[in-house]
Nanobody
Framework: QVQLVESGGGLVQAGGSLRLSCAAS????????MGWYRQAPGNERELVAR???????NYVDSVKGRFTISRDNAENTVYLQMNSLKPEDTAVYYC????????????????WGKGTLVTVSS
């Protein structure tokens, strides 16, 4: 069994900051890419930021310069530092990991966390 558990969401005023964390645990052999997605009411889920096992990153244009993704490979944890938050950043943020478990089917699989709500008030 593999679990992704997010933390760090909450209510913040516009211009404020939040740091999201996501810890992967369970029967993990290796983790490839980890990332954060978000889904606002009435919208489709979108990629916010992604980081490879070697540290290469990419961001959606709307968060560039404000959000920073990082990871601790030893702890199987990915972070999202969100600064200068805007009301349009309000959404449920989901952690995603492409990883290889130690159990069948012994191939790379996508896993998702349950999400954490970020609300930015104006």
């Amino acid at each position: 069994q593999v679990q992704l558990v997010e933390s760090g969401g909450g209510l913040v005023q516009a211009g404020g900051s939040l740091r999201l964390s996501c810890a992967a645990s369970g029967s993990i052999f290796s983790i490839n890419t980890m990332g954060w997605y978000r889904q606002a009411p009435g919208n489709e889920r979108e990629l916010v930021a992604r980081i490879t096992s070697r540290g290469s990153t990419n961001y959606v244009d709307s968060v560039k310069g404000r959000f920073t993704i990082s990871r601790d490979n030893a702890e199987n944890t990915v972070y999202l530092q969100m600064n200068s938050l805007k009301p349009e950043d309000t959404a449920v943020y989901y952690c995603n990991a492409n990883l290889r478990p130690t159990t069948p089917p012994y191939r790379d699989v996508e896993y998702w966390g349950k999400g954490t709500l970020v609300t930015v008030s104006s």
